[in-house]
Antibody, heavy 119, light 111 residues
Framework: EVQLLESGGDLLQPGGSLRLSCAAS????????MTWVRQAPGKGLEWVSA???????YYPDSVKGRFTISRDNSKNTLYLQMNSLRAEDTAVYYC?????????????WGQGTLVTVSS | QSALTQPPSASGSPGQSVTISCTGT?????????VSWYQQHPGKVPKLMIY???KRPSGVPDRFSASKSGNTASLTVSGLQADDEADYYC???????????FGGGTKLTVL
């Protein structure tokens, strides 16, 4: 069974930094693209970063230069380093597997971790 | 990297059918057959309802169907039931144009 377990969410002040982690199990982590998706309170879903099996990374303009996605295939763990945080980054952050293609319906979401940016 | 365009709301009475559209570009919906649809109830994780444009995961009722024409994808919910009331999001692979894009979401109300 695929499991994605996010951790690291916290309450912090604007301008701060935070690293989220996602522990993956139940599949061959190194062979799948992984994505972070966020949802601000009462708002829609927004992808914030993606990393391919080969290590190519993608970001929307809203977080480019501030967020960095990375993966440690030896630990089956996905990371999201978030710097220069703003109030508008407040959201539930979901770790997701292969939602770009969702080939064969083989895509999954974690339960999410809450990041709150407030003074 | 523009989001896909969905109507903000849709509604129908129990037993009726409703269709939700999702419009993109040739760089996303029109260029790939990797359109997915998610259902999200309040406070819950999004649930996959459709993948690869029109395929249903096991356990999703056949009342849910979907298709694509050009740059627009559509989700149809037939025989509306009270539990269908939720937010629905489309997504599409977008390659180097943004990897994966989401629609803004459609709130489906069962009257």
């Amino acid at each position: 069974e695929v499991q994605l377990l996010e951790s690291g969410g916290d309450l912090l002040q604007p301008g701060g930094s935070l690293r989220l982690s996602c522990a993956a199990s139940g599949f061959t982590f190194s062979t799948y693209a992984m994505t972070w998706v966020r949802q601000a309170p009462g708002k829609g879903l927004e992808w914030v970063s993606a990393i391919t099996p080969g290590g190519s990374t993608y970001y929307p303009d809203s977080v480019k230069g501030r967020f960095t996605i990375s993966r440690d295939n030896s630990k089956n763990t996905l990371y999201l380093q978030m710097n220069s945080l703003r109030a508008e980054d407040t959201a539930v952050y979901y770790c997701t597997k292969s939602i770009g293609y969702c080939s064969g319906g083989n895509c999954n979401w974690g339960q999410g971790t809450l990041v709150t940016v407030s003074s | 990297q523009s989001a896909l365009t969905q109507p903000p709301s849709a509604s129908g009475s129990p037993g009726q059918s409703v269709t939700i559209s999702c419009t993109g570009t040739s760089g996303d919906i029109g260029g790939y057959n990797f359109v997915s649809w998610y259902q999200q109830h309040p406070g819950k994780v999004p649930k996959l309802m459709i993948y690869e444009v029109s395929k249903r995961p096991s356990g999703v009722p056949d009342r849910f169907s979907a298709s694509k024409s050009g740059n627009t994808a559509s989700l149809t919910v037939s025989g509306l039931q009270a539990d269908d009331e939720a937010d629905y999001y489309c997504t599409s692979y977008a390659g180097n144009n943004g990897y994966v894009l989401f629609g803004g979401g459609t709130k489906l109300t069962v009257l």
